[in-house]
């Protein structure tokens, strides 16, 4: 069931992105100029256009655009809200990389990660808490329950932030329709759409903390469960041994 919740807020993120840079694109009030000028040929051409083929190939440019999009929406975000989360996130992961590294056993491997985080840039969340990286794949190997959870406050991190920019988009259109061409787009969907691109930012910050955090967390159990697990087997091999 998580699996599909997970799924579901991935389609999701690609596709409400997509189709909300695809409305702003058409949008553009020079473009809407053009196609409003033009002597209607596409209009024709559209109506003949069987509307299963229309929708499917609408919904395929919302994909694909929504999809772009994603490829570099997290890395946008976290560039222009670092300020906002870092300092926060290093606090919060302050307690727990020492709970980590007692579990974990490997004082060399956390020595290293904490070497390779502080060659990252200070807009990787790398930077900040060093075995971010590595308690995912730790939780991938050993628990699918929990590894589930960690995809879905993924998936939720890259929905917030791929609103971002096609919700600036839209916001632009409507700032460039007020100025230039007022009857093209109206002015209250341009505040709607800035005021949403505003919340998205100001959310992305909590979010990303709140993913680190839990990841940390989980990985936490897991540690836990394979030192108790390592425990039972000497106990019971000593056990058997006397």
Not at 54 to 81: D, H, P
Not at 102 to 115: A, F, N, Q, V
Not at 121 to 148: C, M, Q, V
Request: hydrophobic share 50%; net charge positive.
């Amino acid at each position: 069931m998580k699996g599909l919740i997970v799924t579901i807020v991935d389609v999701f993120g690609i596709f409400i992105p997509g189709a909300l840079l695809a409305m702003a694109l058409l949008a553009f009030p020079p473009v809407t100029a053009e196609l409003i000028r033009g002597d209607g040929t596409w209009l024709v051409g559209l109506r003949l256009v069987d509307p299963l083929v229309a929708g499917m190939g609408g919904f395929i440019v919302a994909c694909a655009l929504g999809f772009v999009n994603r490829l570099w929406a997290v890395k946008l975000c976290s560039r222009l809200t670092f300020r906002l989360w870092s300092d926060k996130l290093l606090a919060r992961t302050a307690d727990l990389n020492p709970m980590i590294e007692r579990y974990l056993g490997d004082r060399e491997l956390g020595i290293d990660l904490e070497k390779l985080a502080g060659a990252l840039d200070k807009n990787e969340t790398g930077r900040y808490a060093p075995y971010f990286h590595y308690a995912k794949r730790l939780i991938r190997a050993n628990s699918s329950a929990l590894w589930s959870e960690t995809e879905r406050l993924e998936a939720e991190i890259r929905f917030t932030a791929g609103l971002l920019v096609p919700l600036a988009a839209l916001a632009f259109d409507g700032l460039y329709a007020a100025v230039f061409q007022s009857t093209f787009l109206s002015v209250g969907v341009s505040l709607l759409a800035g005021m949403g691109a505003v919340v998205a930012v100001r959310a992305f910050p909590n979010r990303k903390v709140r993913e680190v955090q839990y990841v940390y967390l989980m990985a936490i159990i897991v540690l836990k469960g394979l030192h108790l697990l390592q425990s039972d087997g000497a106990g019971s091999e000593l056990g058997n041994a006397t």
